[in-house]
């Protein structure tokens, strides 16, 4: 195949719903992704649930532990830092349920699609895998803010 047949795929129909060519090798990969997408999804789903019991468990042991440990002047600042953590790392846990979902139902509606579904099952995929890139994205960009603060307040501490 020449490469001017393979542009001609590419190029939108020219009737207005400008329709695109998915040839067989577009078509496999695009299978190809969704079965991964949907293994990743599953292996993340599964550490989600992992790590809330770990989660839970981190919780109750913690409580005993400041239940024990109270009225010790040493362990009332430790116990705000825990309680800190263990605040993040839930708030961790809710946040990585989204991009999941997102990649879960790229997957899904990409198998429908090349399954024959039609083209709505094609653009719902496609929708869904350009909100997983933009919830990364945003997310991304909150961390490196969070990184950014986070060394402007060491470097006004040390001086």
Known sequence: MENSEILDEFQ???????????????QE??????????????IGFVMLGLGAVVGLAAIVSI?????????????EGMSIMIWVAIGLYIVFLVVYIFPLLYLKRFSTKMKAAMAGDGSQSLADS?????????FLGILTLVVIGVYFAFYV??????I
């Not at 939108?12 to 577009?26: A, D, G, L, T």
């Not at 496609?126 to 933009?134: C, M, P, R």
Request: avoid cysteine.
């Open 63 to 75: 409580a005993a532990f400041g239940a024990m440990g109270e009225g010790i002047p040493e362990m």
């Open 153 to 158: 307040l060491m470097f006004a501490n040390g």
């Open 29 to 42: 990969s695009l299978s190809n992704a969704a079965q991964w997408g949907n293994i990743l999804a599953i």
């Open 126 to 134: 496609f929708e869904n895998l350009g909100k997983l890139f933009k």
């Open 12 to 26: 939108p129909s020219r009737n207005s719903e400008k329709e695109w060519v998915i040839n067989n090798q577009m």
